[in-house]
């Protein structure tokens, strides 16, 4: 099956269109070739430049306080399940035992417990959900926000990126730009209600500004590193930075 090219959205900015378009062209001559890029080194080879090339213009023409669009109640949906296997395969988390370990570049390493982070004050961000595989809905969400938690816990805000590790040993890991940025939350609740099991209990990553792929769930660890580790998604092909 042919690996997907993931390329930023269209943004407002005419000229940022222009600095994305070698990509775009690059990524739909790829597609009209109909090469099977699993059977084909060379292809993969441009796909990996390619997608390496995205990464780095998608970070360069990042705004750390730029707000995402935000969205009234009355507009929020049903929260859909998304990874990479079926719901039936949900392994729940225990709330009661849940611990949120912390490494890396971060002075206070002690654990948090749900009760803790449920103490902690929250953000609510009502914001779009995209998928990069083409579907999206609007969704209420609320928690801690990242950068607040960061600094309480005295992880160095200049380290280079966040990576998490996931009740069912998903992996990923963002930016800290993007990590610091005012919409991004390490959400806890849905439309006011705690996760429920399907949707990343007892938390998630809830970012405004990446594609839905790169909001780990069931988050139970987290750590500040400026070594980059491939991360799941990473390791298959797919765009490492995936802004939107």
Not at 60 to 76: E, K
Not at 157 to 165: D, E, G, M, N, V
Not at 181 to 187: K, V
Request: with cysteine; glycine share 8%; aromatic share 10%.
């Amino acid at each position: 099956m042919s690996k997907r090219i993931l390329t930023p959205r269209p943004v407002a900015d005419s000229s940022r269109r222009g600095v994305l378009r070698g990509a775009l062209t690059l990524g739909a001559a790829t597609l009209l070739s109909g090469c099977d890029v699993s059977e084909n080194d060379s292809v993969q080879g441009a796909l990996r430049a390619v997608s390496s090339w995205n990464d780095g213009v998608q970070a360069a023409i990042l705004r750390p306080q730029h707000l995402a669009p935000t969205f009234s109640p009355s507009q929020v949906v049903k929260p859909r399940f998304n990874a990479y296997y079926g719901i039936s395969h949900v392994r729940p988390v225990d709330g009661a035992t849940w611990k949120l370990e912390l490494a890396g570049l971060i002075a206070d390493k002690r654990p948090w417990t749900l009760p803790q982070v449920e103490r902690l004050p929250e953000q609510e961000v009502i914001i779009r959900h995209v998928c990069v595989e083409g579907w999206d809905y609007i969704g209420q969400w609320s928690g801690p926000n990242l950068r607040a938690f960061l600094t309480r816990v005295g992880a160095d805000l200049t380290a280079k990126y966040i990576y998490f590790i996931c009740n069912d040993d998903f992996t990923e890991s963002i930016d800290m730009a993007s990590a610091l940025h005012p919409q991004t939350i390490l959400a806890t609740k849905y439309a006011g209600a705690p996760l429920a099991d399907p949707f990343g209990f007892p938390m998630r990553l809830r970012t405004a500004i990446k594609l839905g792929y790169k909001n780990a769930k069931w988050i139970r660890a987290i750590e500040v590193t400026n070594t980059f580790r491939p991360t799941y998604w990473s390791e298959r092909g797919e765009n490492w930075f995936a802004g939107i």
